[in-house]
Antibody, heavy 116, light 106 residues
Framework: VQLHQWGAGLLKPSETLSLTCGVSGGVFRGYFWSWIRQSPGKGLEWLGEITDSGNTNYNPSLKNRVTMSIDTPNDRFSLTLTSVTAADSAVYFC???????????WGQGALVTVSS | DIQMTQSPSTVSASVGDRVTITCRASQSIRSWLAWYQQKPGQAPNLLIYKASSLESEVPSRFSGSASGTDFTLTISSLQPDDFATYYCQQYDSYPYTFGQGTKVEI
């Protein structure tokens, strides 16, 4: 299983972050697909997850700024984060899992920088 | 949110040493805990899931154990490839949370 992610890496404050993750080499249906970010100040932070049926669970810390969507026919899922600030600067990872074995597969990571 | 308190933040060790890293959960997470190894510029790599189950292809020198809300990752004999940062993660309750990490250095 391989996860490959892409999206804009440099944003200005108040803009919208958009990342997409494509999955290959394995089954897409039946799993939970997550977004996790890592910044020097806050360490690893789970942002949320989406199932292949579109059910979502989000981290409340993102205060309704986050939306995750899924494109099952094309084996991909996406993250949207609105009204970004410098605090949203981080490396963003897409991933498969949890819920039973933790996060077994990760994307390569995408550095997102928010700066005016 | 469930707080995961990981200690120590840094471990200075030598090849062949036994290394123990601890993660304490602020409330019960049953056995829903994972351990990851991360090297600079890479994504984390799953080592242990469900507190004590060794991930496929992970060397047997890595082991995990649990006692109540205390979880331990043990490296029985440190190898050069093991110098990295280690994180725990609880996936019992939303939002899933991580420990702050333990850097294992020479």
């Amino acid at each position: 299983v391989q996860l490959h992610q892409w999206g804009a890496g440099l944003l200005k404050p108040s803009e919208t972050l958009s990342l997409t993750c494509g999955v290959s080499g394995g089954v897409f249906r039946g799993y939970f697909w997550s977004w996790i970010r890592q910044s020097p100040g806050k360490g690893l932070e789970w942002l949320g997850e989406i199932t292949d049926s579109g059910n979502t669970n989000y981290n409340p810390s993102l205060k309704n700024r986050v939306t995750m969507s899924i494109d099952t026919p094309n084996d991909r899922f996406s993250l949207t984060l609105t009204s970004v600030t410098a605090a949203d600067s981080a490396v963003y990872f897409c991933a498969r899992g949890p819920p039973t074995v933790g996060v077994r597969y990760w994307g390569q990571g995408a550095l997102v920088t928010v700066s005016s | 949110d469930i707080q995961m308190t990981q200690s120590p933040s840094t471990v200075s060790a030598s090849v062949g040493d036994r290394v123990t890293i601890t993660c304490r959960a602020s409330q019960s997470i049953r056995s829903w805990l994972a351990w990851y190894q991360q090297k600079p510029g890479q994504a984390p790599n799953l080592l242990i899931y469900k507190a004590s189950s060794l991930e496929s292809e992970v060397p047997s020198r890595f082991s995990g154990s649990a006692s109540g809300t205390d979880f331990t990752l043990t490296i029985s004999s440190l190898q050069p490839d093991d110098f990295a940062t280690y994180y725990c993660q609880q996936y019992d309750s939303y939002p899933y949370t991580f420990g702050q990490g333990t850097k294992v250095e020479i």
